[in-house]
Antibody
């Protein structure tokens, strides 16, 4: 079965960086686009970034563009999100998610919590 | 900024039918982009329940159905059960944003 397991969350100060990762199994990782979606405390879901199956194209939400970088290692079936210049408003549960097709998601991880606070 | 509008909450008694609307605009649902629905129980991973407007994901009971018309979509749940209590999110694509996926604000379904 498909499994997505995020790691790397924690408490960091504003302006610093953090990398979260996602280990995957149960599907052919290199065949699918992958996404990061976040949920701030008490808020709804917000799409953050997408990377296509071979890593050659990435897309970002305006709120993180220029600060976050999504990458993947198809040899290790892992997905990463490097987050720079973090702001308090980046505080959220970050979900790794598998693309079903070009426009939706079919599997999600349990999330890793990132807290940006001084 | 939420570009897909959902009511914050809906409720129904066990066995009843409820619908959750998702209202978009000409730049997203109204432009012909498909709508997908997710169920999220806090503390668990979100779960895809409806894809491409009306197709049930694997293992989802036929009590769940989706529809789309114009710039809006809706999720219907019939024969409500206690286990249906969750947050439900619609999702589509918006061509006016440099981003990609958009989600509704989410609707909390309470089973009375």
């Amino acid at each position: 079965q498909v499994q997505l397991v995020e790691s790397g969350g924690g408490v960091v100060q504003p302006g610093t960086s953090l990398r979260v990762s996602c280990a995957t199994s149960g599907f052919i990782f290199s065949h699918y686009a992958m996404h990061w979606v976040r949920q701030a405390p008490g808020k709804g879901l917000e799409w953050v970034a997408e990377i296509i199956y071979d890593g050659s194209e990435t897309t970002y939400a305006e709120s993180v563009k220029g600060r976050f970088i999504v990458s993947r290692d198809n040899s290790k079936n892992t997905l990463d999100l490097e987050m720079n210049s973090l702001r308090p408003e980046d505080t959220a549960l970050y979900y790794c998610a598998k693309g079903r097709d070009g426009f939706s998601i079919d599997y999600w991880g349990q999330g890793t919590l990132v807290t940006v606070s001084s | 900024q939420t570009v897909l509008t959902q009511p914050p909450s809906v409720s129904g008694a066990p066995g009843q039918r409820v619908t959750i609307p998702c209202t978009g605009s000409r730049s997203n649902i109204g432009a012909g982009y498909d709508v997908h629905w997710y169920q999220h129980i806090p503390g668990a991973a979100p779960k895809l329940i409806i894809y491409i407007n009306k197709n049930r994901a694997s293992g989802v009971p036929d009590r769940f159905s989706g529809s789309k018309s114009g710039a809006s979509a809706s999720l219907a749940i019939s024969g409500l059960q206690a286990e249906d209590e969750a947050y439900y999110y619609c999702q589509s694509f918006d061509r006016s944003l440099s981003g990609f996926m958009i989600f509704g604000g989410g609707t909390k379904l309470t089973v009375l």
